[in-house]
């Protein structure tokens, strides 16, 4: 908790020490993807939620784990299945045989930060109930209403290669993720640095048996933040300054979408509001008090690409949506 | 007697038909004493000697105006032989069939009586044909339906292909020569003057500096990804110097207008024409 005076100092310095002591926590369990730590960030900043795409095996459980472990967050992860029902999520009532009444069984929905790992693997249904809870942060359990904790973000995942069996996420649930963030491998330094950290891992005892440790029993259990840091940090981040140029560059950027001729959709007005608010997380991060252009263009992949759709001849001519929004985030001016 | 009468009408009945029938196949008509036949068409004769079958003479050929076969032969009791012949007339006119045949002994035909037959022809008198290699007609609409085909499946193919070849042979019109582009410069200069005066737009305001994150790009030779473009230019001393104040001046909570002086310093670089185009 030494760190923690990092959120307490005023300025624009307090975000970027932040940000920087949130790092630096999770890069003792988890080599390299600052990028993602950063995104974590943000979305924690702005109370949006996050979408991580990347093929298994990249520690994306590990390092939400870590970030929460760093604030000072319950942390649960779901891993979504087929037959996973609503109720599994957000809970349910129980019959309790002694009093011979109905009691609330909460469910794993009621948590800080809830890894949903491998989304797309559950039924639209259960996918529609935790994008409800996510818009509403709040649930229905029987006959009554139950506010989520606060903070409440959900972290999902998905593995953009194994697509059988899966149900992939309809554009008006993708929009409500503020960011989509796609993870790559490390490289080449940072898997052998993975390699080494595991190679240092030993025993742990149960006792008088053992099992080996793993990464996440390296997470540290000391939390340099706790949850009033980050809503302090939350605040701080509401007073970044946006200018009229950065909410025009903003809404250009997002109208330029609906108009391309490779487009079939274009981004909503919720994307300009989360490009605006996470630009604002990131210029805070970064140790600005006011967002440039580099925040909006550092994020405009994350923001844009999960909400626009490529038209058939584009698909047909091997276009992709990266090289979309790079030919619209050129000719902007 | 109901029964006799009903038998006797049976055979008159009988025999009508067979006579019908027999006439009906001999295409072959008495008049004058002489046979008739239609050319190309088979008639029929009996021809009755004392002397012997005759037949056909072996050197007739497709050329010879008519052709003679044997078509049943038989011994009277009396003595007499009878010979059935069939006969094709390939030539129109009047021939005597004696000089078409021979005796089998090989005696003369003049033993027989004259054996006049008369080949008729249907088809004009000029009309020119053959009975046995029939010429083909000249190919027209009208008729010649397998050269029709044919000639409607050449041009069927060759429409496309000539199609093809004279697009490909078409020479492209001319392309209108494209005004030049603006260079950043042509679309900063404007802005910049704006600037000095004070009367910039949010519009115009966001324009210049994605316009000075365009030119510094272009200027610094750096990727196209303009998010990690604009990271180098930040780390750029020169270009990173600037940039930061453009981005206080339009940005900052302040929003401090920056004097004239500063202004003019701020945007003196981009008063070199340098010839970029817009990528």
Same mark, same amino acid.
């Given at each position: 908790?030494?760190?923690?005076?990092?959120?307490?100092?005023?300025?624009?310095?307090?975000?970027?020490?932040?940000?920087?002591?949130?790092?630096?926590?999770?890069?003792?369990?988890?080599?390299?993807?600052?990028?993602?730590?950063?995104?974590?960030?943000?979305?924690?900043?702005?109370?949006?939620?996050?979408?991580?795409?990347?093929?298994?095996?990249?520690?994306?459980?590990?390092?939400?784990?870590?970030?929460?472990?760093?604030?000072?967050?319950?942390?649960?992860?779901?891993?979504?299945?087929?037959?996973?029902?609503?109720?599994?999520?957000?809970?349910?009532? +129980?019959?309790?045989?002694?009093?011979?009444?109905?009691?609330?069984?909460?469910?794993?929905?009621?948590?800080?930060?809830?890894?949903?790992?491998?989304?797309?693997?559950?039924? /639209?249904?259960?996918?529609?109930?935790?994008?409800?809870?996510?818009?509403?942060?709040?649930?229905?359990?029987?006959?009554?209403?139950?506010?989520?904790?606060?903070?409440?973000?959900?972290?999902?995942?998905?593995?953009?290669?194994?697509?059988?069996?899966?149900?992939?996420?309809?554009?008006?649930?993708?929009?409500?993720?503020?960011?989509?963030?796609?993870?790559?491998?490390?490289?080449?330094?940072?898997?052998?640095?993975?390699?080494?950290?595991?190679?240092?891992?030993?025993?742990?005892?149960?006792?008088?048996?053992?099992?080996?440790?793993?990464?996440?029993?390296?997470?540290?259990?000391?939390?340099?933040?706790?949850?009033?840091?980050?809503?302090?940090?939350?605040?701080?981040?509401?007073?970044?300054?946006? &200018?009229?140029?950065?909410?025009?560059?903003?809404?250009?950027?997002?109208?330029?979408?609906?108009?391309?001729?490779?487009?079939?959709?274009?981004?909503?007005?919720?994307? $300009?509001?989360?490009?605006?608010? $996470?630009?604002?997380?990131?210029?805070?991060?970064?140790?600005?008090?006011?967002?440039?252009?580099?925040?909006?263009?550092?994020?405009?992949?994350?923001?844009?690409?999960?909400?626009?759709?490529?038209?058939?001849?584009?698909?047909?001519?091997?276009?992709?949506?990266?090289?979309?929004?790079?030919?619209?985030?050129?000719?902007?001016? | 007697?109901?029964?006799?009468?009903?038998?006797?009408?049976?055979? =008159? =009945?009988?025999?009508?038909?067979?006579?019908?029938?027999?006439? &009906?196949?001999?295409?072959?008509?008495?008049?004058?004493?002489?046979?008739?036949?239609?050319?190309?068409?088979?008639?029929?004769?009996?021809?009755?000697?004392?002397?012997?079958?005759?037949?056909?003479?072996?050197?007739?050929?497709?050329?010879?105006?008519?052709?003679?076969?044997?078509?049943?032969?038989?011994?009277?009791?009396?003595?007499?032989?009878?010979?059935?012949?069939?006969? +094709?007339?390939?030539?129109?006119?009047?021939?005597?069939?004696?000089?078409?045949?021979?005796?089998?002994?090989?005696?003369?035909?003049?033993?027989?009586?004259?054996?006049?037959?008369? +080949?008729?022809?249907?088809?004009? &008198?000029?009309?020119?044909?053959?009975?046995?290699?029939?010429?083909?007609?000249?190919?027209?609409?009208?008729?010649?339906?397998?050269?029709?085909?044919?000639?409607?499946?050449?041009?069927?193919?060759?429409?496309?292909?000539?199609?093809?070849?004279?697009?490909?042979?078409?020479?492209? /019109?001319?392309?209108?020569?494209?005004? /030049?582009?603006?260079?950043?410069?042509?679309?900063?200069?404007?802005?910049?003057?704006?600037?000095?005066?004070?009367?910039?737009?949010?519009?115009?305001?966001?324009?210049?500096?994605?316009?000075?994150?365009?030119?510094?790009?272009?200027?610094?030779?750096?990727?196209?990804?303009?998010?990690?473009?604009?990271?180098?230019?930040?780390?750029?001393?020169?270009?990173?110097?600037?940039?930061?104040?453009?981005?206080?001046?339009?940005?900052?909570?302040?929003?401090?207008?920056? &004097?004239?002086?500063?202004?003019?310093?701020?945007?003196?670089?981009?008063?070199?024409?340098?010839?970029?185009?817009?990528?």
């Amino acid at each position: 908790m030494n760190d923690s005076n990092a959120t307490t100092d005023a300025g624009p310095a307090a975000g970027e020490a932040f940000a920087r002591t949130v790092s630096t926590s999770v890069a003792r369990t988890v080599v390299g993807q600052e990028v993602v730590v950063e995104r974590i960030l943000i979305a924690l900043l702005t109370g949006g939620h996050l979408l991580l795409e990347g093929v298994p095996g990249i520690a994306k459980t590990l390092l939400v784990q870590a970030v929460g472990r760093a604030i000072d967050l319950e942390f649960k992860r779901i891993q979504f299945t087929i037959d996973l029902l609503p109720s599994d999520i957000v809970g349910s009532e +129980i019959l309790d045989p002694e009093s011979g009444s109905f009691r609330i069984h909460k469910g794993p929905a009621f948590t800080n930060l809830l890894l949903a790992d491998e989304i797309n693997r559950a039924s /639209p249904k259960v996918q529609s109930a935790l994008l409800e809870a996510m818009q509403e942060r709040r649930v229905s359990i029987g006959d009554t209403t139950h506010d989520l904790p606060a903070p409440f973000l959900v972290i999902a995942t998905q593995n953009p290669v194994e697509q059988a069996g899966t149900f992939e996420l309809p554009e008006a649930q993708l929009d409500r993720f503020m960011l989509r963030h796609r993870l790559d491998y490390p490289t080449f330094d940072e898997e052998a640095e993975v390699v080494r950290r595991g190679l240092q891992l030993k025993l742990k005892r149960q006792g008088d048996g053992a099992v080996p440790m793993s990464a996440f029993d390296a997470i540290e259990e000391a939390s340099p933040f706790h949850v009033r840091d980050l809503t302090k940090a939350m605040e701080r981040v509401l007073e970044v300054h946006v &200018s009229d140029v950065f909410v025009r560059d903003c809404v250009e950027l997002v109208t330029m979408t609906r108009d391309h001729p490779d487009l079939e959709l274009g981004c909503s007005p919720r994307a $300009a509001i989360a490009l605006v608010n $996470a630009s604002r997380a990131r210029a805070f991060i970064h140790g600005r008090d006011y967002a440039v252009p580099e925040d909006f263009l550092a994020l405009a992949e994350d923001v844009v690409l999960h909400r626009i759709r490529l038209n058939y001849e584009a698909l047909a001519e091997g276009r992709r949506g990266e090289d979309v929004l790079r030919e619209i985030l050129a000719n902007l001016a | 007697m109901r029964r006799r009468s009903s038998i006797r009408a049976r055979r =008159t =009945t009988a025999i009508l038909a067979a006579g019908c029938i027999v006439a &009906s196949s001999f295409a072959v008509s008495q008049e004058g004493g002489e046979e008739a036949a239609t050319r190309g068409i088979t008639g029929r004769i009996v021809v009755e000697s004392e002397h012997g079958h005759v037949r056909g003479r072996p050197d007739l050929d497709l050329d010879s105006p008519i052709l003679v076969r044997v078509a049943a032969r038989d011994h009277r009791p009396d003595g007499r032989w009878v010979t059935e012949l069939e006969f +094709i007339g390939v030539d129109a006119g009047v021939f005597d069939l004696r000089d078409s045949l021979v005796f089998d002994d090989g005696g003369p035909t003049e033993r027989l009586e004259p054996l006049p037959v008369e +080949i008729v022809s249907n088809l004009a &008198s000029d009309a020119p044909s053959d009975v046995f290699l029939a010429e083909a007609p000249p190919a027209t609409i009208a008729g010649g339906y397998r050269t029709v085909l044919v000639v409607v499946a050449v041009a069927w193919t060759l429409v496309p292909v000539v199609v093809v070849v004279r697009r490909l042979l078409r020479r492209p /019109p001319t392309p209108p020569v494209p005004p /030049p582009s603006p260079t950043i410069l042509d679309r900063l200069e404007p802005l910049v003057r704006r600037a000095a005066d004070r009367q910039l737009t949010v519009d115009e305001r966001g324009r210049l500096e994605l316009l000075l994150h365009a030119h510094w790009r272009m200027r610094l030779g750096l990727e196209d990804d303009p998010a990690a473009a604009v990271r180098r230019i930040r780390r750029d001393p020169e270009a990173g110097r600037l940039l930061r104040r453009v981005e206080a001046w339009l940005h900052a909570p302040d929003g401090r207008s920056p &004097s004239a002086a500063e202004l003019g310093e701020l945007l003196a670089p981009y008063g070199d024409r340098v010839p970029e185009v817009v990528s």
